[in-house]
């Protein structure tokens, strides 16, 4: 088992920016891709950003340019850097590991508003 817990949400004026971060704990070694989703309210779920174990990322196109993934083998820890945040960035974002099953975080939310 995995478990995965986020800290970092809040709230921002547009153009400024988060950093979230994820924890891992649990039979960390089996995970072979951490990443982030987010949910917006009456959208579905959608991948943010993905980062596989030998460091390639993906990043949603609407994101690039703006937003980093990056991880700390150190301390378990998974990040996502939010630069020149926009509204349509609101939503809230969820830790995500595959392993052979997936693994998700409770979430925390971002808002982005003036």
């Known amino acids: 088992q995995v478990q995965l817990v986020e800290s970092g949400g809040g709230v921002v004026l547009p153009g400024g920016s988060l950093t979230l971060s994820c924890t891992a704990s649990?039979?960390?070694?089996?995970?072979?891709?951490m990443g982030w989703y987010r949910q917006a309210p009456g959208k579905e779920r959608e991948l943010v950003a993905l980062?596989?174990?030998?460091?390639?990322?993906n990043y949603v196109d609407s994101v690039k340019d703006r937003f980093t993934i990056s991880r700390d083998n150190a301390n378990n820890t998974m990040y996502l850097k939010m630069d020149s945040l926009k509204p349509e960035d609101t939503a809230v974002y969820y830790c995500?590991?595959?392993?052979?099953?997936?693994?998700w975080g409770q979430g925390t939310q971002v808002t982005v508003s003036s």
């Open positions: 995500y590991a595959r392993l052979l099953y997936n693994a």
């Open positions: 980062r596989y174990s030998g460091g390639i990322t």
């Open positions: 649990g039979s960390i070694s089996r995970i072979n891709a």
